[in-house]
């Protein structure tokens, strides 16, 4: 049998005598998203190196943002290579197609997506290496490679006693060839999958020695930062450029379609410069809105416009005419921040023929294409050096901070620093779009017979197209950057994935209810919007949950038993659900001024029911307590998936009880952690999260803990009131 490029496995021997593997991971691309002349399509590769000296190194095709990717995926190749995963080095990935999501059809990180779209791919990658080794060592031997068994990377003798180290066999195994399926270890066998185990990078973490983007340093460096116009879309047409020369340690100084860049030999005299900067701002076509004007706007375009038919099933008119009691309610949620630890920032060094960035990005090719737009180079000559990211959120999937450093890169010839500060970074992101949800629900007594949903507000994917369209054809030349993005758009749905962003969770409404409409009212006021942690699970799982909560309070049932009786064809859900309720106590007594709230929602494929205990304390929401059961299917690591569940739980409960981006006149009003508010340590509650064993593919977890604990609160704050409160942040 003999090997050519469209088979499994690639296999060859580098020039240092390691062995090489490339990894072709058949059965998860969804979308085909480039060209591979024999086969038509694109396929992800991932690339495992085992040398001589018993190194093992894994090139890590997702970022590290905390949340566990390093840990997670690097688990499922040594499971099935029968090595420790301490042992394996872990590299970043380079930009290259075989790295690209199979999901997005971009090498990018979110959705929650890194382990569930790695889960067969990884190990069936880790369990051929293996079989190669098995191979190589039984021919040295002369016995039969199904007698031989494997242990701490090492394959042993049938007679138990002899055995060959893998970095004995690398060359060996090059000339191997394996007939038909791999397979893989049964769960029984599993000595890392599914077990407890601390996370892979946490020494470097702890010690310092993880390069973050904002620790790259590198000779002669310059420090830059840039004053952007104050209202979005503004323009610098000039400043006080020969007084910023003369300070101290300023380096140059000039207008950029982002606004005015100062670079300087330190960061401090950079940003002592820019204190000094007096500008003149062209606002002619800047945003110029209310947050009050924004909702105007939307409850407008609700009334004119009904919306695209998202899910239609029954008749839900019909529905209404019928009904005892028609319940109606508008939800509204604010734009909200991503404010991750690690502002934004991100390192470029031009040098003629080439450029390089080191940047903590999500999406390293579309860091690629950012920095291209601003030089005379071609993508393929900027090579992108993704570092850890301090949080990322869905922030880091917009590139504009690459843009702006490579525009200073680009004309000093120097390697740059590029920093935004903490104000800057709250002040000119992108922002989780604000929303606005129009509800109605038909009741016949106690019955809920139709259920009616109208989102109103934009779409992400008109935001991210920018550099996402070029991303996918990196070789079409420049000047087609802003058709492609065009084109990308018309053909949304059709040639291209469908924009979810609006819609995700609510189209997947999980209720037994004969009657259902799910319409989105496409809208747009113009605020720069991307992608956020869980997205638009977390819009509607607010609406929806809360309504279902009010739907519950008509019917006069208990918001429990409500939801069990419309669930009869969901086990998963309804399981997740009566989990969550005996854990915390659903029904029995609680102390003298609390009261508990319940939700249930899934997304990105993992089911999470949750139950909050709350009160109100001199005037002060007070949260006592989260009882959350999730089920993801198979847990490769059950720490991380408590970590990430929890992270996600406060996540959504700072954005619940604080969360607001306002603006005033086009100008953002928040700067900091004092008026952008986050969970403090002393406001934390405690946390329960009960997994479910499983042992259905995994899915995601580093978003779905968000969702439903937003609704969960609001109900538990009516408990206790009698007020329901339909506009975030939630007050007391």
Not at 99 to 104: A, G, I, M, Q
Not at 148 to 167: A, E, F, K, M
Not at 328 to 333: G, N, S, T
Request: some cysteine.
């Amino acid at each position: 049998m003999t090997m050519n490029r469209r088979d499994f496995m690639k296999v060859s021997t580098g020039a240092s005598g390691s062995l090489m593997l490339a990894l072709s991971l058949p059965g998860c691309a969804t979308i085909q998203t480039g060209y591979e002349p024999e086969t038509g399509e694109w396929t992800p590769d991932v690339w495992l190196e085992l040398t001589k000296k018993d190194e093992i190194f894994f090139t890590l095709a997702r970022v590290e943002m905390g949340q566990g990717t390093y840990t997670g995926m690097t688990t499922l190749i040594a499971e099935e290579l029968d090595v420790d995963p301490a042992r394996i080095k872990v590299k970043f990935a380079p930009v290259a197609p075989e790295y690209r999501n199979p999901l997005f059809g971009l090498q990018l990180t979110g959705g929650s997506t890194s382990v569930a779209s790695s889960w067969k791919p990884l190990r069936v990658a880790g369990a051929s290496a293996r079989q190669l080794l098995v191979m190589a060592a039984a021919r040295v031997w002369d016995v039969s490679a199904e007698a031989c068994v494997t242990q701490d990377g090492h394959v042993i003798h049938p007679n138990g006693i002899d055995s060959l180290r893998y970095g004995q066999l690398v060359e060996l195994a090059d000339r191997e060839v394996i007939r038909g399926k791999v397979p893989l270890k049964s769960r029984s066998e599993w000595k890392y999958i599914g077990r407890q185990g601390g996370r892979l990078d946490a020494e470097a973490k702890a010690t310092g020695k993880a390069v973050y983007g904002i620790d790259v340093e590198l000779p002669g460096m310059v420090y830059a930062v840039m004053t952007r116009s104050p209202r979005y879309g503004g323009q610098a047409t000039g400043f006080n450029r020969d007084e910023i020369l003369a300070l101290p340690g300023v380096l140059d100084a000039f207008v950029t379609d982002r606004g005015v860049a100062v670079a300087a030999d330190s960061y401090w005299r950079a940003r002592k410069a820019q204190n000094a900067l007096n500008i003149n701002w062209d606002f002619s076509s800047a945003l110029n809105i209310n947050n009050g004007q924004v909702f105007d706007g939307y409850r407008q375009a609700a009334s004119e416009d009904p919306g695209e038919q998202e899910r239609s099933d029954g008749d839900i008119d019909k529905a209404i005419e019928n009904a005892s009691r028609v319940v109606e309610a508008d939800y509204e949620q604010p734009y909200l921040d991503h404010a991750a630890m690690e502002p934004m920032n991100a390192t470029a060094w031009y040098h003629g023929n080439g450029m390089d960035v080191w940047a903590p990005t999500q999406a390293p090719d579309l860091g690629r294409i950012a920095a291209a737009r601003h030089s005379d180079l071609s993508p393929e000559d900027v090579t992108v050096h993704t570092t850890f990211l301090g949080g990322g959120f869905g922030r880091r999937l917009t590139q504009d901070y690459i843009e702006e450093v490579a525009i200073v890169a680009y004309k000093l010839k120097v390697p740059v620093k590029l920093i935004w500060s903490r104000e800057e970074d709250v002040r000119h992101g992108f922002w989780r779009p604000a929303m606005l949800h129009r509800m109605r629900a038909s009741l016949n007594g106690s019955e809920l017979t139709g259920w009616d949903h109208q989102i109103v507000g934009p779409q992400i994917l008109d935001w991210y197209v920018r550099n996402a369209a070029p991303a996918q054809y990196p070789w079409a030349p420049k000047f087609l950057y802003s058709t492609l993005g065009k084109v990308g758009l018309m053909v949304e749905g059709i040639a291209t994935p469908k924009d979810i962003s609006a819609i995700e969770g609510a189209v997947g409404y999980p209720y037994q209810v004969a009657n259902v409409s799910v319409r989105h009212t496409h809208t747009d006021p113009g605020v720069p919007i991307t992608w956020w942690r869980s997205v638009g699970y977390s819009h509607n799982g607010f609406a929806v949950e809360t309504f279902m909560d009010e739907l519950a309070y008509e019917a006069g049932e208990d918001p429990l038993q409500f939801r069990r009786k419309l669930l009869v064809t969901e086990p998963r859900h309804k399981a997740v659900l009566d989990r969550a309720a005996e854990l915390a106590g659903w029904g029995r007594p609680l102390a003298e001024g609390r009261a508990r709230g319940i939700a249930l929602f899934r997304s990105f494929g993992t089911y999470v029911a949750q139950v909050v205990e709350a009160g109100i304390e001199n005037g002060e929401i007070q949260v006592y307590k989260v009882t959350c059961s999730v089920d993801c299917g198979q847990v490769v690591n059950p720490r991380i998936v408590e970590d990430q569940i929890s992270g996600g739980i406060l996540f959504g409960l700072s954005a619940a009880l604080f969360g607001e981006i306002t603006f005033k006149n086009g100008e953002v009003q928040q700067s900091n952690f004092h008026d952008y508010r986050l969970l403090r340590i002393h406001e934390v509650p405690e946390v329960v999260v009960d997994i479910v064993d499983s042992e259905s593919e995994p899915t995601g977890v580093g978003e779905p803990g968000v969702p439903p604990v937003i609704p969960a609160l609001g109900n538990a704050l009516f408990a206790l009131t009698g007020k329901r409160q339909r506009r975030l942040p939630l007050t007391a």
